[in-house]
């Protein structure tokens, strides 16, 4: 099976704009899960996506949002770009639930100047 | 507040020798642990995990430790690799999602 894809893969932005991050799960997995990877915080969880439906969030501001497709594929959008924003943005796939295990995807280097 | 916690950012070790990751956590309702490798400009890979009914799981040279009294996970590597050189997370789950560690580097020395 092909694994968890991302697109793009490095993306540059400057502050105030707004940006779309893309993600393809494993095929047949239907849960999707969104995170923000910053030098020292380790991996903080966005949201998570299944059967269309935002089913969990962290702790961020409404600038992140997502959505989910009927084909499972996931988007995550944030608008008006902060400097802070600049990060490693991972997508993980699951059969089921948030709570299964997860796959990962190679993430999206996104730089804000 | 962290809820997972790996408190040793870094960590070197022989090649041929044991390598012991560390990881804590603070919620006794984590029921589920993983732990996973990453390499610079690549996502996190699956490694191996445990779930609380157990409190030790082996593959290979990878074998997880859970005391579920302490709070604590551990993940040994036999023999260590240069190739196991990577940016080791643990990561613990109660239901709905996984919370992360800030992850430990492992470098093996050949």
């Known amino acids: 099976k092909a694994g968890v894809t991302q697109t793009p893969r490095y993306l540059i932005k400057t502050r105030g704009q707004q940006v779309t991050l893309s993600c393809s799960p494993i095929?047949?997995?239907?849960?999707v899960s969104w995170y923000q990877q910053t030098p020292g915080q380790g991996l903080q969880f966005l949201f998570e996506?299944?059967?269309?439906?935002?089913?969990n969030k962290g702790n961020f501001p409404g600038r992140f949002s997502g959505r989910q497709f009927s084909n499972s594929r996931s988007e995550m959008n944030v608008s008006t770009l902060e400097l802070g924003d600049s990060a490693l943005y991972l997508c993980?796939?699951?059969?089921?639930?948030?709570?299964?295990?997860?796959?990962f995807g190679p993430g999206t280097r996104l730089t804000v100047l | 507040d962290q809820q997972v916690k790996q408190n040793s950012p870094s960590l070197s070790v022989q090649e041929g020798r044991i390598s012991i990751l560390n990881c804590d956590y603070t919620?006794?309702?984590?029921?589920?642990f993983l732990w996973y490798k990453k390499y610079p400009a690549e996502g996190p890979t699956f490694l191996i995990s445990?779930?609380?009914?157990?409190d030790k799981n082996e593959d290979g040279r990878f074998t997880v430790f859970l005391n579920k009294s302490a709070k604590h996970l551990s993940l040994h590597i036999v023999p260590s690799q240069p190739g196991d050189s990577a940016v080791y997370f643990c990561?613990?789950?109660?239901?709905?999602?996984?919370?992360f560690g800030t992850g430990t580097s492992l470098t093996v020395i050949p």
């Open positions: 990561a613990a789950s109660g239901g709905n999602q996984f919370y």
């Open positions: 993980a796939s699951s059969p089921d639930s948030g709570a299964d295990t997860q796959y």
């Open positions: 996506y299944f059967s269309e439906t935002q089913r």
């Open positions: 445990i779930s609380s009914i157990k």
């Open positions: 095929s047949g997995h239907r849960s």
């Open positions: 919620n006794s309702m984590f029921d589920y």
